[in-house]
C-alpha cells in the first residue's frame, strides 16, 4: 500500500493526501508487486535496493545510487520470534520515502501531535527523526527485556519450561538486537560523511551513535545474564536429578533386601524359627536392622 503526506512549516499536523507533492513523504507498506514496479517507474528508484529494503535478513547500511540515498535501519517488533524488521528510507531530490513489510510503532508519533517539529519538508530532519524514533524504541524493547531477564534471576531456581522458552526467545532478539546495534553504528558513520549535514544535524547523528554504543552494551550484558541464568538452572537441575537417582537406588536396595528375606521365609522347606509363633516379628525385627544399619552407613557415607 502507497500513501503520500506531507506537513510544511505552515501546517499543524500530518496531512494525508492523494498525489506525492514536491517535499512529501511517500509511505510504502507491504508492497505488492505492482506497486513495487510503480515505484520504480514513476520516482526512477533502484528495484534491487527496494526488494532488499523488503528482506529481513538485511543488515542496516547505507547505499547511494543515481544520487538517491538508500539507508536501511531495523525496527523492533513485539514478535520475539522474528526480533526486527528491515526499514529502507529513500531520500531523493524531491521526496522522502520509507519502504516496509509492516508498519513501525513509532509511525503514531510522526503521525500524531507528538512531534510537532517533524516537516515532510526538511528532509534531513524528518531523516533524523524517524532514526532518534527507532532509536528510542530500540531502547525501550531492550530495556523490556533486560527488566524481563533481571526477574528471571529472582526465580532461577524454580524456573518452569514456559519461563525457559520465554528466555530462549528473549536470548534471540537480544542477538538481533546486537547485530541492529552494531550495523547501525556503522551506517551513520557512513551517512554522516555522505550526507550534508549541518553541524547541530551532526551533533544528533553523534548522540545516536552514542546511544546505540550503550544498547549494545547492555544487550550483550543481558546475554550474559542469560547465560548465567542457564548455567545456574542447568547445576541445579542435574543436581535435583542425582539426588533422585540416588534416592531411587537407595529405595530399590531397600526393597530387594526385603524381597529377598521375604522370598527365603516363603520357600516350601524347612526353615529355623518356623515352629515358632513369633517367627514372623523376629523376621521383621532382622528387615528393620538390617535397614537400620544400611541408612547408618549411608548417612556415614553422606550419601543420603
Not at 102 to 117: S, T
Request: proline letters at 3%.
Amino acid at each position: 500500500m502507497i500513501t503520500y503526506y506531507k506537513k510544511s512549516i505552515k501546517d499543524k499536523q500530518m496531512r494525508l493526501i492523494q498525489n506525492p507533492e514536491l517535499g512529501s513523504w511517500i509511505n510504502v507498506v507491504s508492497p505488492t508487486k505492482k506497486d513495487i514496479d510503480f515505484l520504480v517507474d514513476e520516482f526512477k528508484l533502484d528495484k534491487d535496493n527496494i526488494d532488499s529494503g523488503l528482506d529481513p535478513h538485511e543488515i542496516p547500511r547505507a547505499d547511494f545510487v543515481n544520487g538517491d540515498s538508500y539507508i536501511y535501519i531495523k525496527v523492533p517488533t513485539d514478535e520475539l520470534e522474528r526480533g526486527t524488521l528491515t526499514f529502507l528510507i529513500i531520500i531523493t531530490k524531491k521526496f522522502i520515502i520509507t519502504v516496509s513489510q509492516k508498519e513501525p510503532q513509532f509511525y503514531k508519533n510522526i503521525k500524531g501531535n507528538k512531534a510537532p517539529d517533524i516537516y515532510t519538508t526538511q528532509k534531513t530532519k524528518f531523516l533524523l527523526s524517524l532514526l532518534s524514533f527507532n532509536n528510542e524504541l530500540l531502547e525501550q524493547k531492550t530495556l523490556e527485556i533486560v527488566k524481563s531477564i533481571e526477574m528471571k534471576k529472582d526465580l532461577s531456581n524454580e524456573l518452569r519450561e514456559k519461563d525457559v522458552n520465554e528466555m530462549i526467545k528473549h536470548e534471540y532478539m537480544l542477538n538481533s538486537f546486537v547485530s541492529a546495534y552494531n550495523y547501525t553504528n556503522f551506517m551513520y558513520n557512513k551517512i554522516i560523511h555522505r550526507l550534508g549535514f549541518h553541524e547541530k544535524d551532526k551533533d544528533i547523528i553523534e548522540e545516536l551513535m552514542i546511544d546505540t554504543e550503550e544498547g549494545q552494551n547492555i544487550c550483550q550484558t543481558s546475554l550474559k545474564n542469560i547465560s548465567n541464568i542457564r548455567s545456574y538452572s542447568m547445576v541445579l537441575l542435574t543436581s535435583k536429578l542425582n539426588r533422585l537417582i540416588t534416592v531411587l537406588t537407595v529405595l530399590t536396595v531397600f526393597l530387594s533386601v526385603i524381597a529377598a528375606i521375604s522370598s527365603f521365609y516363603g520357600m516350601n522347606i524347612d526353615l529355623p524359627l518356623q515352629d515358632d509363633k513369633n517367627a514372623f516379628f523376629y523376621v521383621i525385627f532382622f528387615i528393620i536392622l538390617v535397614l537400620m544399619s544400611f541408612i547408618l552407613y549411608l548417612k556415614k557415607k553422606k550419601v543420603i
